[in-house]
T-cell receptor, first 113, second 117 residues
């Protein structure tokens, strides 16, 4: 069975500073990896995904993530955060046979002025 | 990506009653999924709904409590039956990216916020 660990429950970052959110996964086969963002009172929006190929993937809103198979990680980064990036971020791993997703516990990002 | 809507967006219900949540997508999709997000928690998959077959439930979820319908390729309903305060959650539907060259990706609706008193 697949699983996802997001070690950081809450991160506070200053506006304009860089952000990195950690994600570690466990899955026996080649994983499908996703980052979603949930703003307060909203559903989930897909930021980016990795299936294969280039291990550095670009997403929306200036986010990128790097897949590192040796570390079973898929960390999310943004060079300069905006106040609108304050939200809950979820990492997820999908199974290749039925596409079911398992989500991490989420990381809450607070942006201070 | 698909445009997904859910009705109702929120509701307050009395214990012992049932609520049916609708999920509508603007294009045909193969798989629809229902998730529960309890307060302050992550998402947990309830079941997968494929058109023309019975829904497949995850461990800990049963059809009597969460009956699901999938009458066509653009619509599904989830009923939360005989509700208790523990059912207070956000319920989200998602669809696969079939037809958009990314069937492996799930796109989510805005969610239904349920409070049971």
């Amino acid at each position: 069975a697949q699983s996802v660990t997001q070690p950081d429950i809450h991160i506070t970052v200053s506006e304009g500073a860089s952000l990195e959110l950690r994600c570690n996964y466990s899955y026996g086969a080649t994983p499908y990896l996703f980052w979603y963002v949930q703003s307060p009172g909203q559903g989930l929006q897909l930021l980016l995904k990795y299936f294969s190929g280039d291990t550095l993937v670009q997403g929306i809103k200036g986010f990128e993530a790097e897949f590192k198979r040796s570390q079973s990680s898929f960390n999310l980064r943004k060079p300069s955060v905006h106040w609108s990036d304050a939200a809950e971020y979820f990492c997820a791993v999908g199974r290749s046979n039925d596409y079911k997703l398992s989500f991490g516990a989420g990381t809450t990002v607070t942006v201070r002025a | 990506s698909a445009v997904i809507s859910q009705k109702p967006s929120r509701d307050i219900c009395q214990r012992g009653t049932s609520l049916t949540i609708q999920c509508q997508v603007d294009s045909q999709v193969t798989m629809m999924f229902w998730y529960r997000q309890q307060p302050g928690q992550s998402l947990t998959l309830i079941a997968t709904a494929n058109q023309g077959s019975e829904a497949t439930y995850e461990s800990g979820f049963v059809i009597d409590k969460f009956p699901i319908s999938r009458p066509n390729l653009t619509f599904s309903t989830l009923t939360v039956s005989n509700m208790s305060p523990e059912d207070s959650s956000i319920y989200l539907c998602s669809v696969d990216g079939a037809g958009r060259v990314d069937q492996e990706t799930q796109y989510f609706g805005p969610g239904t916020r349920l409070l049971v008193l």
